[in-house]
């Protein structure tokens, strides 16, 4: 059998696969044949009714570079197209001629036989585009020494679309055209989340990231991009320490306020959080970038949190970003911090191509973000066994406006006596802003903050007021509120978390007021929370056992699904991973053997699925119950 033959036999077969493990198999040489050349073999510009043979159409080129004054090619329908040199600066620019058709192509620069020419563009294109450094010392080091080779140049090109400058413009176009889907939105290789925003490295948590790899990274960006680059670094912001690695020394304050007024009309809200901090920490801030700062504050403080205001629809895209993540399985053994801010960064990527199209972005919710919801609250509980102080509830428009003003008045007090006084009057002397601030929900960890405990030592009286609380008879379900409320916010010891497991055995797991069902599932919830955070494995226990008296004598018991919920929130009090997984399994075990509606065991048997594929050494310990599962599930189901 020929070379060709096998090609060919081998692409009919890949058409049997779903795309993701077609374009999987592609790219690996061990599958016997090299598919990647015979996939590329065609160059198309916008349609594949307007593509041209690779090999045809880099000769025709090369041809140009040599001085000939125009080539003749053919595309894929037949239709001769003639190519000039293009009068644009660049000297490297192909002008593309059919009739009263033309386009112009610069991106075969490559190509051209003089080395400084190679050079020059392709530093403009990488800076750009945002290659890394090292992708960015690969290629300069080759187009300095020679003309690239076919094969060498499909390969700049492709990293050159994948990198992040690369990927928002075709999202942008595909927003333009209306042809938005998975696979347009969100990449499903890794490397293109390394581009953006730096890969993690040893660094264990935000603030090492930070000093480590975006202070060096930012730096780079703006020398080369300037504003441009500052406007695409503030899409990073989703914790301050990465706002405070962004260096404004180097800017004029024209150029600032120019970006600033910019910002206040066009940014997406992670990106107007960051500028609003940048305002606060400038030491040369003036009344007009103030004055640009405020007008982002109000238009978060005037977010009425309804599906089609900034936050909430921010929301739906970082479920949209974090799900598909998680159902493409990549970054499952990265830290988490690391994971979210490479999800919201690009969830803000995505936002800024929405604003700039004016796209519907409530058509984007209702289609797509809402089926991606329930992975990123799954891969969420499967981190709290390494970040177990964020939780995907937390990720919701009230929580958001919560954190973002929290964050601006920290900041702001921080920098008080520094601070322009539009803004501190604003900030921390008018109640507009400070109405809006509420304890505990503005101080918070945020979604890259899981891993850190509070710095924040738990006051005496409230530390006395836990424990006369947990200490009186009969136990109620409120007294357990003013612990559950310091939970996140203050540093506990075990000590607190002790109290809290021996007042529930003491009751005999009876709590006045629990016939709520949903105050009771939001307090164990709390609780659960509290086990996680303390890293207690005895309180989980004892709420394990509080859920099944309550499931079992209560007659308002907590359903299934809120009990699995709980139980995996507890589960993370045990960091060592064979214990999680142990608890874990004894736990989908004990649900999936009680009297279950068909509603109930599919939840259930969802949850265990996606739990499995994310984490499939879970298999070991859930397989009995999902062999229950399955025999309440008709086979159809």
């Known amino acids: 059998m020929s070379y060709d033959d096998e090609v060919k036999m081998t692409l009919m077969a890949l058409k049997f696969y779903p795309p993701s493990i077609q ?92 080395p400084e020419v190679r050079s020059v563009i392709f530093k403009t294109f990488a800076f750009k585009v945002g290659m890394t450094k090292p992708k960015r010392l690969h290629w300069l080091n080759l187009v300095l020494a020679r003309a690239l080779h076919d094969e060498e140049l499909s390969q700049l090109l492709d990293e050159l679309a994948t990198s992040p400058g690369g990927i928002d413009q075709i999202i942008l176009e595909r927003m333009k055209s209306g042809e938005v889907d998975y696979p347009t939105l969100i990449p499903d290789f890794e490397s293109y989340y390394e581009d953006l925003v730096g890969a993690v490295g040893q660094n264990e948590d935000i603030f090492s ?6 202070k060096r990274k930012f730096d780079e960006i703006i020398d080369f991009e300037r ?57 040369n801030c003036n009344l007009k970038i103030a004055g640009y700062a405020v007008q982002m504050i109000k238009s978060i403080v005037d977010d009425d949190l309804s599906a089609s205001g900034e936050l909430s629809q921010f929301c739906d895209l970082v479920f949209l970003v974090g799900g598909e993540l998680a159902r493409n399985g990549l970054f499952i053994s990265s830290p988490p911090y690391w994971r979210r801010l490479a999800i919201f960064s690009h969830a803000a990527s995505i936002n800024w191509a929405v604003l700039k199209n004016k796209t519907n972005v409530i058509h984007l919710s209702e289609t797509q973000c809402h089926s991606r919801k329930p992975l990123f609250f799954i891969q969420t509980l499967i981190d709290l066994r390494k970040e177990p102080r964020w939780q995907s509830d937390y990720l919701n428009p009230a929580q958001l406006k919560a954190e973002f003003l929290g964050r601006i008045l920290m900041t702001a007090q921080r920098n008080s006596t520094t601070l322009h006084e539009y803004l501190r009057e604003y900030i921390l002397q008018s109640s507009e802003l400070k109405n809006e601030v509420h304890f505990p929900f503005a101080y918070l960890p945020g979604p890259l903050e899981g891993g850190m405990e509070s710095a924040v030592m738990l006051p005496h009286d409230l530390s006395e007021a836990i424990e006369t609380a947990l200490s009186s ?16 916010v203050f540093k ?83 960091s060592n991973e064979r214990d999680w997984m142990d608890f874990i399994g004894k736990l989908l075990n004990e649900l999936s053997f009680q009297d279950l509606s068909q509603v109930e065991a599919r939840t259930i048997r969802f949850v265990l699925l996606q739990l499995c594929r994310l984490k499939p050494d879970l298999w070991r310990y859930c397989g009995g119950a999902h062999a229950a599962l399955q025999s309440i599930l008709p086979q159809s189901i």
């Not at 990231?209 to 975006?214: E, Q, Y």
């Open 23 to 114: 374009d999987d198999l592609i790219r690996r040489k061990s599958c016997g044949v090299d598919l990647s050349e015979a996939t590329s073999n065609w160059i198309s510009f916008g349609s594949d009714a307007l593509s041209f043979l690779r090999k045809n159409i880099f000769d025709a080129i090369r041809d140009l570079y040599q001085k000939k004054e125009q080539v003749s090619i053919s595309d894929k329908s037949g239709r001769e197209w003639v190519l000039v040199n293009s009068d644009l600066p660049t000297r490297a620019s192909i002008k593309f001629q059919h009739a009263d058709i033309n386009f112009v192509v610069s991106d075969c620069f490559a190509l051209h036989p003089d």
């Open 227 to 283: 504003t441009e680059g500052l406007k695409k670094i503030l899409r990073q912001s989703a914790h301050s320490s990465l706002v405070d690695s962004i260096a404004l020394n180097s800017f004029q304050i024209n150029e600032l306020e120019d970006t600033f007024e910019w910002l206040s009309n066009n940014a997406d809200v992670l990106s107007k959080i960051g500028a609003v901090e940048l305002a606060l920490t400038y030491y």
């Open 209 to 214: 990231f930070s000093k480590m790899v975006s």
């Open 492 to 574: 506990l010891n075990e000590e607190q978390a002790n109290l809290a497991a021996k007042a529930l055995r003491a009751a005999n797991y009876q709590l006045r007021s629990a016939n709520n069902t949903d105050n009771f599932a939001a307090v164990l919830n709390g609780l659960a929370t509290v086990a996680a955070a303390a890293r207690n494995p005895a309180l989980a226990d004892e709420i394990i056992i509080l859920m099944r008296v309550q499931r079992n004598c209560s007659e308002q018991s907590l359903s299934a699904d809120q009990a699995l919920t709980i139980g995996l929130i507890s589960a993370a009090a045990r």
């Open 473 to 488: 008879l009969p136990l109620e379900l409120s007294s357990f509120i003013p612990l559950v409320n310091s939970a996140l």
